[in-house]
């Protein structure tokens, strides 16, 4: 029998980012009132609140789901071969046709959580069962 119940892991940017956008908008609102034409000056503080809230990783027991800005990709655990490390310290996941999908707002420094919310499915690197 199939349980309906799936184990969620959010995996996004800390809250605290949320910060720097709060002191934009009330820097930005004195201008953005005293003309029509400086309303986009709130346009850059809107878009960093959409990104931090919206972007992210979510993990099942069915898979990831990567989420950014715009859209979002299912990924089946059957689909996923391992994590890759980039050049900057940003996490992807490597698909079995040999593709990769950028983890957005994950790095090097966030692997134990990776880790410990797929249930140790990717691995860690130099983590053998031989």
């Known amino acids: ?24 908008v009330v820097c930005a609102l004195p201008l953005a009132t ?19 809230m919206r972007s992210g990783v979510d ?21 996923v071969s391992g994590v890759l490390i980039g050049k900057r310290h940003e996490l992807s996941v490597a698909t079995v046709g040999g593709g990769a999908v950028r983890l957005p707002n994950l790095r090097v420094r966030d692997l134990p959580r990776l880790y410990e919310a797929t249930g140790g499915r990717l691995g860690l690197p130099g983590d053998d069962d031989a």
């Open 34 to 52: 005293a003309s029509p034409w400086l309303l986009f000056l709130l346009l850059l503080p809107a878009a960093w609140i959409s990104y931090v």
């Open 59 to 79: 993990v099942d027991d069915d898979g990831l789901t990567v989420r950014a800005l715009f859209g979002s990709i299912r990924l089946p655990w059957a689909r």
């Open 1 to 24: 029998m199939a349980s309906m119940s799936r184990t969620l892991v959010r995996l996004q940017m800390n809250r605290i980012s949320l910060v720097p956008a709060v002191v934009a």
